[in-house]
């Protein structure tokens, strides 16, 4: 029985059948753990020796887990079963993800597990609600960014783009932001990815919304209208056309727009 009652942990993980000198290793590794007569820095734990059985205690492998960064913690997840099923745990991966930027919380759940995989600074985007006067430019000097920087994060082929959305993701420059910050796990529809978003203003107000959901409404058709209409430097007949043979897909409408121009221009020249 392990040093926490746990008869399948024992299975698992306990001394190799037969070997009397890992026997000798673990009851001498438990006689020395009981007296205490040997302090932290002579004993070193090691993952890789299964014959220490207090490497089979689930509250003494949580302790070890919860020091370790989010690097570290997803390569003891490969140790064996036990410390990947403790590695898994919500508790102790949002603890090692929030350790090094100070966060308050972390709010939502990710789609996939390898999002706890890393918590660099290009993990984390400030959400900025667009209002009129907005420019990518303007954006980039209010929040010490650059450009090219807000147009990769949010799949912008030109400055256009903004017209056709509610909000851009802004790279965060300044750590400091994330100190007792309280970010929220969202899948982007534009930038494609899942991204801890911070709410500077304090409040999570946009609701997660399909892209035919935003078409159908008037204000969102009609911004993405507007994005079509100069990107393509036709009037506001042409734009719609194209985006209501395309599904309401603004990229695809600027697909069937280059192939129709593709194809005037063969037909001219022939």
């Known amino acids: 029985?392990?040093?926490?009652?746990?008869?399948?942990?024992?299975?698992?993980?306990?001394p190799v059948a037969g070997n009397s000198t890992a026997d000798a290793s673990s009851s001498e590794s438990e006689k020395i753990l009981r007296s205490g007569s040997v302090s932290c820095e002579d004993t070193a734990l090691s993952p890789t020796n299964s014959n220490f059985s207090a490497l089979i205690c689930k509250d003494i492998v949580r302790i070890i887990l919860g020091k370790l960064t989010i690097v570290d913690l997803?390569?003891?997840a490969s140790v064996c079963r036990l410390w990947n099923s403790?590695?898994?745990?919500?508790?102790?991966q949002t603890a090692a993800f929030k350790a090094p930027w100070k966060l308050k919380d972390v709010v939502g759940t990710p789609s996939s597990r390898?999002?706890?995989?890393?918590?660099g600074l290009n993990k984390f985007a400030i959400s900025h609600r667009l209002g009129r006067g907005d420019t990518v430019a303007r954006l980039a000097v209010k929040y010490s960014v650059q450009v090219t920087d807000i147009k990769r994060l949010n799949n912008m082929l030109s400055d256009?783009?903004?017209?056709?959305?509610?909000r851009l993701l802004i790279p965060i420059s300044n750590p400091d932001l994330l100190i007792d910050a309280v970010c929220h796990i969202e899948l982007d529809r534009y930038a494609k990815r899942e991204v801890a978003v911070l709410y500077l203003e304090g409040v999570c107000d946009l609701q997660s919304e399909s892209t035919a959901d935003r078409v159908n409404s008037d204000q969102g058709k009609r911004r993405i209208i507007e994005s079509?209409?100069?990107?393509?430097?036709?009037?506001?007949?042409?734009?719609q056309y194209y985006l209501s043979i395309s599904n309401?897909?603004?990229k695809a409408a600027l697909a069937e727009f280059s192939d129709d121009l593709g194809w005037e221009r063969q037909t001219d020249m022939a």
């Open 1 to 14: 029985m392990g040093c926490c009652g746990e008869d399948d942990d024992d299975k698992l993980l306990g």
């Open 74 to 76: 997803a390569r003891a």
């Open 86 to 92: 403790l590695a898994s745990d919500r508790e102790i």
């Open 114 to 119: 390898s999002f706890w995989r890393d918590n």
């Open 160 to 166: 256009h783009g903004i017209h056709s959305r509610d």
């Open 228 to 239: 079509l209409r100069r990107s393509m430097r036709v009037d506001d007949g042409t734009a």
């Open 248 to 250: 309401g897909d603004p």
